[in-house]
């Protein structure tokens, strides 16, 4: 069982920034994918950004050049982050940290608890 905990949302105005973080403990394994996803409301969830145990991310184009995604790897472990910057109002959404291991033909996908971001006008 993986472990997420989710943490970093709030209120901010627009321009302002942000930083989640999301910390993945329990049976996890070296070679992963995590990244973030968020939906708001009456919208589908939309990949946000994603980052690989190689360091290779992808992000969506409406937060190229604003947001980062970054994660450290420790043994019992890995934490991602999204540090969100020149954050806008269509920003708002719950943001979901989602931890993905492929083991042969299998897909292993956990997803947090979500963590509201709100961008005021």
């Known amino acids: 069982q993986v472990r997420l905990v989710e943490s970093g949302g709030g209120l901010v105005q627009a321009g302002g920034s942000l930083r989640l973080s999301c910390a993945a403990s329990?049976?996890?394994?070296?070679?992963?994918?995590m990244g973030w996803y968020r939906q708001a409301p009456g919208k589908q969830r939309e990949l946000v950004a994603t980052?690989?145990?190689?360091?290779?991310?992808?992000?969506t184009d409406s937060v190229k050049g604003r947001f980062t995604i970054s994660r450290d790897n420790a043994k019992d472990k890995d934490t991602v982050y999204l540090q969100m910057n020149s954050l806008k109002p269509e920003d708002t959404a719950v943001y979901y940290c989602?931890?993905?291991?492929?083991?042969?033909?299998?897909?292993?996908?956990?997803w947090g608890q979500g963590t509201q971001v709100t961008v005021s006008s």
């Open positions: 329990g049976s996890i394994f070296s070679i992963n994918t």
């Open positions: 980052t690989t145990s190689g360091g290779r991310t992808n992000y």
């Open positions: 989602n931890y993905v291991v492929v083991i042969g033909p299998v897909k292993y996908d956990h």
